[in-house]
């Protein structure tokens, strides 16, 4: 392995959508986990991370749920409120395989239409050789496609990556296309990967 590739969401950028819905929705807990159980769920936002379109997804779902029309509409006009910064300590990790000359490589389950919001946000998303964003290329993960197209692109081989996500069916489909993967759960656990396979040096710099 000399390669790594870094998932975004929950590895790098502290992403979650109760971080914009605790604003608007304050003392409303039950309900705001019923819109996102309900509405604005997992597979609502895979939808939009496939290049869908974002109007059309609020209007229908604003026609769907009238109750809650006034909270979709907020999160669409405040998506960028569901960021709230980036994992620190895996930047770290980032930073510190760039200064090992390692090459690196972004692949995201994300939408086009916001990711706008991440490149505004996070400047450390220069260090990366390649960023693969699935709504902008139309292709998801844990689909093989989109990691062929990452491998096509960037002229990768799959035996010579290591791919970090914290989604696990990422990792178990990324693993049978034989890119060797590491569930994130952590920056620890990761440095401690990266170390054994000899992409880090075993010396923690974060602190």
Do not use: C
């Not at 062929?148 to 970090?164: C, P, S, W």
Request: hydrophobic share 40%.
């Amino acid at each position: 392995m000399n390669t790594v590739v870094f998932d975004l969401g929950g590895v790098l950028v502290d992403w979650n959508p109760r971080h914009l819905l605790r604003k608007v929705m304050p003392g409303r807990e039950a309900e705001m986990e019923s819109i996102l159980a309900d509405v604005l769920n997992h597979e609502w936002n895979l939808q939009r991370d496939t290049g869908d379109s974002w109007p059309d997804a609020i209007e229908r779902a604003k026609a769907e749920h009238p109750q809650w029309a006034d909270i979709i509409d907020m999160y669409d006009q405040r998506w960028a409120e569901t960021l709230r910064g980036s994992h620190e300590d895996t930047v770290a990790i980032l930073r510190e395989l760039k200064d090992r000359a390692v090459p690196l490589y972004a692949l995201s389950n994300w939408s086009a239409d916001k990711f706008v919001h991440a490149e505004e946000s996070f400047p450390w998303l220069e260090l990366f050789d390649g960023v693969v964003v699935s709504g902008r290329v139309g292709l998801i993960k844990p689909d093989r496609d989109i990691f062929d197209y990452l491998l096509r692109t960037y002229e990768l081989r799959a035996q010579d990556i290591f791919f970090i996500d914290d989604h696990e069916p990422n990792i178990s489909a990324a693993r049978s296309y034989g890119i060797h993967s590491h569930h994130f759960t952590g920056a620890a656990s990761l440095r401690t990967e990266l170390v054994a396979g000899g992409l880090l040096d075993g010396v923690d710099r974060s602190a």
